[in-house]
């Protein structure tokens, strides 16, 4: 059955109390109706999720949806039944006879979208019984983990490419936030995707901005930017949890309210850092990557990297968790040698054949591409997704653009102590010898009767340090990983060293200023006397959150709490006007919400008298 676009916005607001689509969401919806395999790639943030719900609700076909997390499963299901929609979802969080009332209500046909990870969904048993009923639809998100040239490959999601050949009467859609080429033309292979059928949408977020710092010590920088931006909520990233446990003591111990997360945290506590930040309008959250998939909290103002991601796509991926309501929001990556070691040593200890780790490390040097460069930082991101603009004007390089320095002679200083030392040693241990520091290191080797000893004394350490992450990154110089981080010298680093090449490369400040805050403090549209009225809101919201157990968001959106406290509805006629308000979710809260606004209104009229 064909839907218009007007049939379609209607069961929009019926079912999910918004009044329109949002861009690129139609076209979508409309090939999922018409029962065709699509593979989309979307920015998170620009709606994936409702563009597979609502064909399943208004085509009354039973749909699974295949998710990598529990909490996701979780987080989804609550909001689909906030909306008066029922869902299933089985999963190991859940124990069995929780799980068989699901399944139940699945194969009664009272919920139409059944939530499963890709490991059970593709058991044997649940194909079996899921052949007994009429599954029109297979819902497939974070597709780019089926894909071995993905950046977050999962073994155990290759095995959905089965599925056309199980079920080849059911259509397969395949969501993402981040694919390349390569990732988009495999998973569309393994799930017969004609190329007409990809749909990659606009990866621009052109309300991020971006800028990277390349300090040795980040956490100097970091109190007085975080200090700037006190009052809103943000994400700050790290590598390890132990650094993650660490940085959230340091910023509490700094007056800041930040919660760490990460995997070896219990369930519990996991629970309640995720509950803090989307209530709590200031908090910083520490965390690891294990933080993020799924986050449904619209104004995130920044998005902290404290080290170099693993690749491109992660970082695309967790920059994009940052304003998502299209408000000013920023990012900031601290880029560092030490950093780029470890990552390097990570990809070569961790599993996968060599063509997988030469393009995980191909990756890795894109992004490195995207730190050092001096041009614009959204056109190399955007390049690596086939994008192309000239210039953004919202990144740190287009806004103060770096001036370009001769640093040949210095080059050639560290090239000739890198070959004069044998090619065996580290930054710190060529840092002392170019310096002419004593160190017992350096006199056991003898080290210090080289010609080369000393040859930098007058060069400071930290210029020293970035020309040779640069003449690395610039591949004039190699770590030799088996050799534990040896630096080498290339073919390159030789033309350097016989003044037959030149090395020139962004200018060296010794103080990196951090850019001014760009962002505000929202609602920022509201009067002193709605954001009152909003705040009380939000009291009430988190409130029944703590009361139903599940996330306040999921009640209501900041954006629905804005417009209620900006237009002040006391009819229902009123509240159904408002973004975010249907028929189930005016049941559950008019009365609640009405009461809080009637007593603003008369508190109000109250003073002015």
């Not at 049939?7 to 919806?29: A, C, M, P, W």
């Not at 990732?183 to 990809?198: G, P």
């Not at 028929?583 to 009365?591: F, S, W």
Request: charged fraction near 30%; charge should be positive; proline fraction near 3%.
């Amino acid at each position: 059955m064909k839907h218009t676009n007007e049939e379609l916005k209607s069961e929009l607001k019926k079912n999910f109390g918004y009044h329109n689509f949002r861009d690129g969401q139609t076209e979508v919806i409309h090939k999922i109706l018409n029962n065709q395999n699509i593979l989309v790639v979307m920015p998170t943030g620009a709606g994936k999720s409702l563009c597979y719900q609502l064909p399943a609700i208004i085509s009354n076909q039973a749909t699974v949806v295949v998710s990598p997390l529990v909490s996701l499963m979780e987080d989804q299901s609550k909001g689909l039944k906030e909306d008066g929609i029922e869902v299933s979802r089985i999963h190991s969080g859940q124990d069995r006879e929780e799980n068989i009332k699901n399944w139940r209500l699945f194969t009664s046909g009272r919920s139409k979208i059944l939530y499963l990870s890709p490991e059970r969904l593709m058991q044997e048993r649940m194909l079996s019984a899921l052949r007994k009923y009429d599954v029109k639809g297979f819902v497939i998100d974070e597709a780019h983990c089926i894909s071995k040239w993905g950046a977050q490959f999962r073994p155990e999601y290759e095995e959905l490419s089965k599925l056309k050949d199980i079920f080849p009467e059911a259509h397969i859609s395949a969501f993402t936030a981040t694919a390349d080429t390569q990732t988009r033309n495999d998973i569309s292979k393994k799930l017969s995707i004609k190329r007409s059928n990809i749909i990659v949408r606009d990866l621009n977020r052109p309300n991020l901005y971006l800028e990277v710092k390349t300090e040795e010590s980040f956490k100097t920088s970091l109190l007085p930017y975080l200090e700037k931006r006190r009052g809103l909520s943000g994400i700050v990233y790290c590598l390890s949890r132990r650094e993650t446990d660490e940085l959230a003591e340091f910023l509490r111990s700094n007056g800041f309210n930040s919660v760490a997360y990460h995997a070896r945290k219990s369930p519990e506590e996991k629970i309640d850092a995720f509950d803090r930040f989307v209530t709590e309008s200031d908090l910083v959250m520490v965390a690891t990557i294990a933080f993020g998939m799924g986050i449904d909290k619209s104004d995130i103002r920044y998005v902290v990297h404290a080290n170099i991601p693993s690749n491109i796509e992660s970082f695309y991926q967790e920059i994009g968790r940052a304003g998502r309501d299209g408000l000013p929001s920023e990012t900031l990556l601290f880029y560092r040698l030490s950093d780029l070691i470890k990552r390097q040593r990570m990809l070569l200890d961790g599993q996968g054949d060599e063509k997988y780790k030469l393009l995980e490390y191909k990756r890795l040097e894109t992004l490195i591409g995207y730190c050092e460069t001096v041009s614009c930082r959204r056109k190399a991101l955007l390049s690596y997704f086939d994008q192309h603009i000239s210039k953004c004007n919202n990144c740190d390089n287009c806004l103060h653009p770096a001036k370009v320095q001769d640093y040949s002679r210095e080059a050639r200083i560290i090239i000739s102590t890198v070959q004069s030392t044998g090619q065996s040693f580290g930054s710190n241990h060529l840092l002392d010898v170019i310096q002419g520091k004593d160190t017992t290191k350096v006199k056991n080797r003898s080290h210090n009767n080289l010609p080369c000893f000393g040859l930098g004394r007058e060069i400071s350490k930290g210029l020293l340090q970035t020309l040779i992450r640069q003449l690395i990154t610039s591949g004039a110089l190699k770590l030799n990983l088996d050799r534990y981080g040896a630096i080498e010298i290339t073919g390159i680093g030789l033309e350097i060293l016989e003044k037959t090449r030149n090395f020139k490369t962004r200018e060296y400040l010794e103080k990196q200023k951090l850019s001014n805050p760009r962002v505000s403090r929202p609602p920022a549209k509201l009067t002193s006397e709605s954001t009152d009225l909003f705040n009380t809101l939000k009291k009430l919201r988190y409130k029944i959150s703590k009361e139903r157990n599940v996330p306040a968001y999921v009640i209501f959106p900041d954006k629905t709490l804005e417009q209620l406290a900006s237009v002040k509805p006391t009819t229902e006629t009123a509240f159904l006007e408002i973004d975010g308000i249907g028929p189930k979710k005016l049941e559950q809260y008019y009365d609640l919400f009405c009461l809080e606004i009637s007593n603003h209104l008369t508190a109000n009229k109250t003073e002015n008298l």
